[in-house]
């Protein structure tokens, strides 16, 4: 199966092209007013559209209501939804049902014990995403802070351990051109995501820095050997 490489938090057509362009496969587009990524929904349909069919577009929220989906689906109509907040297994399962989308949950990592989530997850949404937990702070955003967490905590699990991941993740949180081969070395992910690891400033997406990504994602995916057969499924292009 092929690897996946997203690009998220892209917010103007420029960047977006830029993205597309470079081979991107999905793209995100989020939905978090506090966010310096977010747009909105008129600006979220034009960029959609833009990139119907091109790529799999991406809806990032953050502990949103029904009547925020509602909204933001309408004007976006996006492949999937990424949950970046503080939804439970039983909220995920409700969102899942009642818009009829595929689900990618977001789960925050700062250390081992953090990974006992993933089982929980896994088991209600169609996607898991591995992230750096914020800062603890009020202002921390909860996710795009540009923090990776330690890389090693996959990097000694194997399947059928305790906290393994149990199959195919996403990895974020502090990815860059510079060190997106090694995460990915280390961890073996299914996919990657970067959004401030490609900007010149918060929200400003850099059309080079996202062509340096992709590129050295994908050769690293295709230098990375192949992952274990339970972690093969899941994640489709």
């Known amino acids: 199966m092929d690897h996946i490489i997203k690009i998220c938090g892209l917010s103007t057509p420029e960047t977006l092209d830029a993205a597309l362009g470079a ?12 966010s310096p990524r977010h747009v909105s929904l ?6 959609s559209a833009q990139a119907r069919g091109r790529a799999r577009r991406v809806l990032l929220l953050v502990d949103a209501d029904d009547a925020a989906i509602a909204e933001a689906l309408e004007a976006l109509d996006p492949d999937l939804l990424q949950l970046h907040g503080h939804e439970t297994p039983e909220r995920v399962t409700a969102i899942r049902a009642r818009f009829g989308r595929p689900v990618m949950k977001a789960v925050g990592v700062g250390e081992t014990a953090d990974l006992e989530a993933v089982t929980l997850y896994r088991a209600v949404a169609d996607h898991v995403l591995l992230d750096a937990k914020p800062p603890k702070s009020p202002d921390a955003l909860p996710g795009g802070n540009g923090l990776p967490f330690d890389w090693r905590l996959l990097a000694g699990l194997r399947p059928g351990d305790a906290l ?46 996202i062509e340096a990504f992709v590129k050295a994602a994908r050769a690293a995916f295709a230098a990375a050997p192949p992952a274990p057969v339970a972690q093969q499924q899941g994640i489709p292009s």
Not at 42 to 47: E, F, I, M, N
Not at 182 to 209: C, H, M, N
């Open 23 to 34: 081979g991107a496969d999905w793209v995100g587009f989020v939905r978090f007013p506090r």
């Open 42 to 47: 008129d600006s979220g349909r034009v960029l």
């Open 164 to 209: 393994d991941p149990g199959g195919p993740f996403m990895l974020s949180g502090g990815l860059h051109p510079g060190n997106v081969a090694e995460a990915i070395a280390l961890t073996r992910p299914q996919a990657v995501d970067v959004s401030s690891g490609v900007e010149i400033g918060p929200g400003l997406k850099d059309p080079d820095r």
